[in-house]
T-cell receptor, first 112, second 109 residues
Framework: DAGITQSPRYKITETGRQVTLMCHQT?????MFWYRQDLGHGLRLIYY???????DKGEVPDGYVVSRSKTENFPLTLESATRSQTSVYFCASSEDPGDGYTFGSGTRLTVV | SQQGEEDPQALSIQEGENATMNCSYKTSINNLQWYRQNSGRGLVHLIL?????REKHSGRLRVTLDTSKKSSSLLITASRAADTASYFCATDAGNQFYFGTGTSLTVIP
């Protein structure tokens, strides 16, 4: 199916564990983004990528790692999860950010 | 921070009324976009307005932009229960967009 999909939809993990959130888009959009959404903070940009093998930090990159070996995939890894990383994570893609983003359905991550 | 701020934080209206929400931002922009988020879902792009535009329409949506005041407004006319959602403005900084904290709109049938 065409679109942007995130997996898993829900994840519970323990403090200190590594966890990877997946994002896959079928349009071959150049740009991909990771945001986290928390009450009172809106959406904050974690990392973004302008093309395969090109990534850059956003507002809140600490504690996160990304890679983009293929245009269609943009995984987000929490190297050692902390409770403060409990959030809803959204992936988005765009061919031209000036024309708007398409968002995935989100991953709700709980760190206990 | 480039982040936009929406006002009000929450808005409750009767079906059929118009809903207006505002967005203020801090630095110069090229584009401003509005998104809708239904509960538990991802954001959906509604409309984009460029810095050289003052007003734009899309169906029941009307967006205005005042770059001198660094503000934008989103008007939803003849609201419906299905318009119940959170609405976010997003302002650009290069290829990134920064989102505000949103306005929660409730339309009462």
């Amino acid at each position: 199916d065409a679109g942007i999909t995130q997996s898993p939809r829900y994840k519970i993990t323990e403090t200190g564990r590594q966890v990877t959130l997946m994002c896959h888009q079928t349009w071959s959009h150049s740009y991909m983004f990771w945001y986290r959404q928390d009450l009172g903070h809106g959406l904050r940009l974690i990392y973004y990528s302008a093309a395969a093998d090109i990534t850059d930090k956003g507002e809140v990159p600490d504690g996160y790692v990304v890679s983009r070996s293929k245009t269609e995939n943009f995984p987000l890894t929490l190297e050692s999860a902390t409770r403060s990383q409990t959030s809803v994570y959204f992936c988005a893609s765009s061919e031209d950010p000036g024309d708007g983003y398409t968002f995935g359905s989100g991953t709700r991550l709980t760190v206990v | 921070s480039q982040q936009g701020e929406e006002d009000p934080q929450a808005l409750s209206i009767q079906e059929g009324e118009n809903a207006t929400m505002n967005c203020s931002y801090k630095t110069s922009i090229n584009n401003l976009q509005w998104y809708r988020q239904n509960s538990g879902r991802g954001l959906v792009h509604l409309i984009l307005i460029r810095s050289n535009e003052r007003e734009k329409h899309s169906g029941r949506l009307r967006v205005t932009l005042d770059t001198s005041k660094k503000s934008s407004s989103l008007l939803i006319t003849a609201s419906r229960a299905a318009d119940t959602a959170s609405y976010f403005c997003a302002t650009d900084a290069g290829n990134q967009f920064y989102f505000g904290t949103g306005t929660s709109l409730t339309v009462i049938p």
